[in-house]
Each structure stands twice: as C-alpha cells, then as structure tokens.
C-alpha cells in the first residue's frame, strides 16, 4: 500500500468499521436527479439512516431530518476557477489534484470520502470515514451509486429507497446542485450508463425491498 493512504488512514477511520451498524433498517440514498426538488420530510418517513452523494446534500439540509446523514464523496468537484464558484485547493500530497469539493460537510453530517480521489478534503472535519471501491471488489472509476450501495449493504439495511435517480426514473438528464434548480447536462452525460450499472448492482443485491422514488 502506498505511503499517502497509510498516512490518511491512520488519520481516518475507514467505513468498514460501521458493519452491521444500521442492521435491518431502512435506509435512503439520495441521488442529485432534479425529482430531490419535491423532497419534503415527510419523504423520509420510516427512514433510519441516508447517504447522499455530491450536491444532494444542499437538498437534504433544507429538510432538517433527524436521522443519521452520511454525505458521499466520491469525486473531487469543480474545477479550480471555474465560473461555478470559487474553490479553495485541496490541502496534503499528491495525488490530490486541483480539484476539491465545493460542498464542505456541516455538523452533525457525516462525512465520507473516496480515499483515492478525496482523501485529503476537509481532513480535519469528524466525523469522518473513508472507502475504497476496491474494498467493495469494484473498480476505483465507477461511479459514487456503486459503493453507496455497497456501504448500505455494509451498514445491514434492508429496506432501500432510492431517491433522486432520474435517469432511472424518467430518462432524465438534468441534475441538482443547489436542491432548488434543475439543470442539463451535456450530450456526453453519462446518466444513462450509470442507470445500467444501478439496475445491475441491485439484481444481484439481497435488500429485502428496494424502491425507486420519483
């Protein structure tokens, strides 16, 4: 293993050590589909734990919900400089590149961070996990619904709903990233494929239910 990810895990506890730490719940993950506008709290009703992943995490703040809520990181976000916002560079060692996440987490969330591309992000915020796809037997490069997924099933839950996950839902190529505001995507979007991998990942997963919510 190389020095960086030994150094960062001595610093953060690696999500491995929440198995079974929701077992037979409910559980909610939070994609940043255009539907996470119509949210409301009582959209969680019945749920004991919830994953959003990159920008889902401005709707869910508008909620207030009670429940433990894990904000998922895979990816760094924007690009240093671009018009979208200005973004402070990730502090630490290669291989942090100069790309950092816009949406730094908020007490009392639960931050959770992709050790190959983010691991240096907001290194001082707790509580704080971290994961590797490949400890999920997935490629480093798939995309953040994968070890979502894959960490529900590590936290023991059962039941699943799956929110925001328009491309799955609707065909819809349009995202959120301010939990008011739909916007598209480029031609390029990759939306589409992912909804293949979703669907792919689910048959072969043991939830007791899973639910798409529109």
Request: aromatic share 8%.
């Amino acid at each position: 293993m190389d020095v960086w990810i030994v150094l960062v895990m001595q610093l953060t506890s690696n999500i491995s050590i929440l198995k079974s730490a929701y077992l037979g719940k409910t559980g909610a993950i939070v994609g940043s589909g255009p539907s996470i506008i119509n949210l409301i709290h009582d959209s969680f009703l019945g749920v004991d734990v919830v994953i959003t992943i990159d920008y889902a995490i401005a709707r869910i703040r508008m909620l207030n919900l009670s429940m433990p809520i894990y904000t998922m990181w895979k990816d760094h976000g924007p690009l240093k400089g671009t018009p979208d916002g200005v973004c402070n560079p990730c502090p630490g060692q290669p291989p942090c590149t100069n790309r950092c996440i816009k949406l730094s987490p908020q007490s009392p969330e639960i931050y959770v961070v992709h050790v190959h591309e983010s691991e240096h992000c907001n290194e001082q915020y707790s509580p704080r996990y971290i994961f590797d796809n490949n400890q999920f037997g997935h490629h480093w490069g798939k995309p953040s619904v994968v070890p979502s997924i894959e960490i529900m099933r590590l936290f023991g839950v059962v039941d699943l709903k799956m929110m925001g996950f328009d491309s799955i839902t609707s065909g819809s190529k349009q995202t959120c990233r301010d939990g008011l505001t739909a916007i598209s995507l480029l031609d390029g979007c990759a939306y589409p494929a992912h909804a293949l991998i979703i669907k792919d990942l689910l048959s072969r997963c043991t939830f007791k239910s899973v639910e798409f919510i529109k």
